[in-house]
């Protein structure tokens, strides 16, 4: 029986035995590598390891059976189909390598991560690679699926003559592609000017568009601001290279807070640079480094204080500003009432 079916199956019009033998030796060959790699993973016990069979897992898969159809096919007797099976597993082949590429990219982002922590207090240097490593895998990701189109369209003899065409016509393609991808163009550039000049970073604490917030994504056309309030502002990677804007975390964290108090002219001011250096020790929020506070303006019926404080980063800074200027009001108003603003008006009796 088993004679009369394999007979059966070589009578058919396509290598259908090349095929089907391809196909099981690309199966074993996942069973014996998966097999292999779950054993050195158990005994090495390696994070990488994990994480190159849980990204390429089902890409390596897809592309061992592929691999060994395509290459039972070259052997098979010609027929008909021969030639446009081998065509089409050939398509199928570079999607698979492709795909298990891209994979590949993947793996190498989870593993740099993984040395890299983005959530202890210092992580400027992290913050650097992780921003540079985002760009260079979009970059590289980009590519590879351009290049995997590219082989696949001169797999074809209309393809080959379209290309052909192209070139011939490569003086005016080249003007309207430069005019259609200018902007294109220039954001691309600019992403590699973000990625390794490095005006900004993933988590960087900026102010644009008169917005504050955190750098939250950083693409290859488009940056992504987390605004305090939660709301996300989309500007396009050309605004950080063409426009000013605050960096409140370029080199460093810390940052000076102020608090600005418009007071009455009768307003101590020693016991208030006392009060502020109290509320400041018991703070927590507070680094420790700078502690001032001094009249800076004087207006027709007020004067302006200032107190300064600094703060590990900029949310610390802005929350500690809050608790500060409510506990100086506080103690103005409990025991310096006459030191709010008022309105004075003198009346004159006229006789």
């Given at each position: 029986m088993l004679n009369d079916w394999i007979n059966k199956l070589i009578e058919l019009p396509f290598p259908a035995i090349n095929l089907i033998i391809g196909l099981v030796v690309g199966l074993a060959i996942n069973w014996l590598v998966h097999i292999s790699l779950s054993i050195t993973v158990r005994r090495s016990r390696s994070n990488d390891l994990l994480m190159l069979r849980k990204q390429c897992k089902s890409a390596?898969?897809?592309?061992?059976?592929?691999l060994t159809i395509f290459i039972g096919l070259m052997y098979a007797d010609e027929s008909i189909y021969r030639e446009a099976l081998i065509m089409t597993i050939r398509?199928?082949?570079?999607?698979?390598?492709?795909?298990?590429?891209?994979?590949l990219v993947y793996t190498l982002e989870?593993?740099?991560?993984?040395?890299?922590?983005?959530d202890k207090e210092d992580n400027r240097k992290e913050r650097k690679i992780i921003t540079q490593?985002?760009?260079?895998?979009?970059?590289?990701?980009?590519?590879?699926?351009?290049?995997?189109?590219a082989i696949i369209l001169l797999s074809?003899?209309?393809?080959?003559?379209?290309?052909?065409?192209?070139?011939?016509?490569?003086?005016v393609a080249s003007i309207i592609i430069g005019l259609a991808a200018q902007k294109s163009i220039a954001n691309f550039f600019a992403g590699i000017?973000?990625?390794?000049?490095?005006?900004?970073?993933?988590?960087?604490?900026?102010?644009?568009?008169?917005?504050?917030?955190?750098?939250?994504e950083i693409n290859l056309t488009y940056v992504v601001v987390r605004i305090w309030d939660w709301?996300?502002?989309?500007?396009?990677?050309?605004?950080?290279?063409e426009k000013p804007f605050q960096n409140w975390t370029r080199n460093k964290g810390e940052i000076i807070g102020s608090v600005i108090l418009h007071l009455d002219y009768r307003t101590p001011i020693a016991p208030l640079r006392a009060k502020l250096t109290e509320i400041l020790h018991s703070e927590p929020r507070w680094d420790g480094a700078v502690d001032s506070l001094q009249v800076v303006d004087t207006k027709e019926y007020t004067m302006m204080v200032r107190a300064l404080m600094s703060a590990k980063n900029s949310p610390t800074a802005w929350d500690l500003r809050c608790s500060v200027r409510e506990k100086l009001l506080e103690y103005l108003q409990s025991e310096f009432p006459e030191s709010l603003?008022?309105?004075?008006?003198?009346?004159e009796d006229q006789k």
């Open positions: 390596f898969n897809f592309m061992v059976p592929v398509i199928l082949l570079i999607i698979a390598v492709i795909n298990l590429l891209v994979r989870d593993i740099f991560l993984d040395r890299y922590n983005i490593l985002n760009f260079l895998k979009r970059v590289v990701i980009v590519s590879l699926v351009l290049i995997g189109l074809f003899d209309e393809g080959r003559r379209y290309g052909q065409t192209l070139l011939t016509s490569a003086g000017q973000i990625a390794f000049t490095q005006p900004i970073k993933i988590d960087d604490a900026v102010v644009v568009e008169g917005e504050w917030g955190w750098i939250e709301r996300r502002l989309i500007l396009p990677i050309t605004y950080f290279v603003p008022v309105q004075r008006v003198m009346l």
